[in-house]
């Protein structure tokens, strides 16, 4: 090998060796590769402590400065940053540029470390937040949106309708509006959001209540105003029925629209019917408001759900053509079957409950009418009672037999003056109520008439 090729030999080998030794030392030093930022702020060149100082000063005095403002309909909310525990995570952002020139063996920390200097490297400053205090917040907000919506009422004003207007309800999405927050808070962003806040429309509107133009049925009964606790009873009762609306597909229920017939709700003590004997009772009345209305749904042609018959027969109404309710076991319950709101109207007059219920009447022409028939009649006994106290031929009927029966009911449609339809309805039975009468066995004197007349007193 010449003299001039070993000169060159070594001129290389100084210059590797040199360019070892310079990367050696630079890799081998305490300050982060040139050309490094975090989140745009330059740290390059220093240490870690320096850089630490850098981040803080610039982020951290920023922070409080950070907010977003929350807008809906005019009204503004400020969330502030520094009010849901919002901090930035210096130490892994630190480490991850601190870590630039320092992985794998020399060969690859220095090539590293000659593309650092080429390019820029920008590493993300993470941070974390307490979720839990903005969802708080959120759900604060909600308190002040959310609204209930109120549906469109119907009342029955001097034979007119009178409809007032619905309106919608609303209700913060309170997910949506974290995952905007949660976005806005990732990005660093001073901005204004939009709250996203859902309509809830009316159950029940204007257009609805405008189909009820038509009298669907119409039932009334009698009963003696003279008994003042049974008639306030009726008229109790009566008004809480009154002014109710049904939408298409419910059933209504008596017991849960009167609600339980109470002393502390105002019903009095009255005769009610139990175990087959009238005796007095809390409510007494309410049972003939329950078979008015009852006749009245028949007469409309909506669905019986649920309706039980009294023991006895009823002074007010015919055979079959009763309803009774007792606490909440024993329940007059119908159904809309009709595609449009029905209207239930009750008043009580003088002597008199009549209920009417409204509608959408598209059938003009279709007449209800409702059928009872007797099946069978079951005769009451009669008991006996001599009484040494009564002069022979004397009776006195203390309780008066009723007899009992067993009656189907039926409900026929009536199109163009011809049946259409018969619906059978319930079969009911009535229980026969014996009857006891006490017969005088004392003998009569002789200086007392003894013409063959009877004398006969009857109690109720």
């Not at 952002?93 to 090539?111: C, D, E, V």
């Not at 509608?359 to 009672?385: A, F, S, W």
Request: aromatic share 8%.
């Amino acid at each position: 090998m010449s003299g001039g090729s070993k000169k060159v030999i070594a001129a290389v080998a100084f210059t590797i060796g040199l360019v070892i030794i310079s990367a050696i030392i630079f890799l081998s030093g305490e300050k982060i590769a040139p050309n490094v930022s975090i989140d745009g702020l330059d740290v390059g060149k220093m240490t870690l402590e320096e850089a630490r100082d850098h981040l803080q000063n610039y982020f951290g005095n920023n922070l409080k400065d950070l907010y977003m403002t929350l807008e809906y309909e005019g009204k503004t909310w400020q969330l502030n940053y520094n009010e849901i525990n919002y901090n930035y995570d210096y130490d892994r952002a630190l480490a991850q540029a601190y870590s630039i020139t320092r992985r794998g063996n020399l060969f690859k920390r220095y090539i590293d470390s000659i593309k650092v200097r080429m390019s820029k490297t920008d590493i993300s400053l993470y941070f974390s937040y307490d979720s839990e205090s903005v969802k708080k917040f959120i759900s604060n907000i909600a308190k002040e949106i959310n609204t209930e919506p109120i549906d469109a009422t119907i009342r029955l004003v001097s034979g007119k309708f009178q409809i007032t207007d619905e309106k919608p309800g609303s209700s913060l999405n309170e997910k949506k509006a974290f995952e905007m927050i949660d976005s806005a808070i990732k990005s660093k962003s001073i901005t204004t959001i939009q709250l996203p806040v859902d309509k809830i429309e009316a159950a029940i509107t204007r257009a609805d209540l405008s189909n009820i133009t038509d009298k669907l049925g119409e039932f009334s009964t009698r009963f003696n105003a003279a008994n003042e606790a049974r008639t306030y009873n009726i008229k109790l009762a009566t008004k809480s029925v009154t002014d109710v609306l049904v939408k298409p597909g419910e059933v209504f229920s008596l017991n849960k629209t009167i609600g339980p017939r109470l002393a502390k709700y105002g019903y009095r003590v009255a005769k009610v019917l139990i175990n087959n004997e009238y005796v007095d009772g809390i409510g007494g009345g309410v049972c003939q408001v329950s078979t008015t209305l009852y006749n009245a749904a028949l007469l409309a042609n909506l669905k019986i759900v649920e309706r039980r018959n009294h023991s006895l027969p009823s002074s007010y109404i015919g055979l079959g053509r009763d309803a009774t309710i007792s606490g909440d076991y024993i329940d007059l319950k119908f159904m809309n079957n009709t595609p449009y709101p029905i209207y239930i109207y009750g008043e009580v007059a003088g002597n008199q409950v009549k209920f009417s219920i409204y509608g959408k009447n598209e059938n003009k022409g279709r007449e209800i009418r409702i059928k009872t028939e007797v099946l069978k009649k079951i005769e009451p006994k009669i008991k006996i009672i001599e009484d040494k106290t009564l002069p022979v031929g004397t009776k006195i009927v203390e309780k008066k037999p009723i007899p009992g029966y067993v009656v189907r009911s039926y409900r026929i449609i009536v199109e163009n003056g011809k049946e259409v339809l018969v619906e059978p309805l319930f079969t009911d039975t009535y229980r026969a109520s014996d009857g006891v009468t006490r017969v005088g066995t004392k003998p009569i004197a002789k200086e007392e008439s003894t013409d063959n007349n009877q004398s006969e007193k009857v109690e109720n």
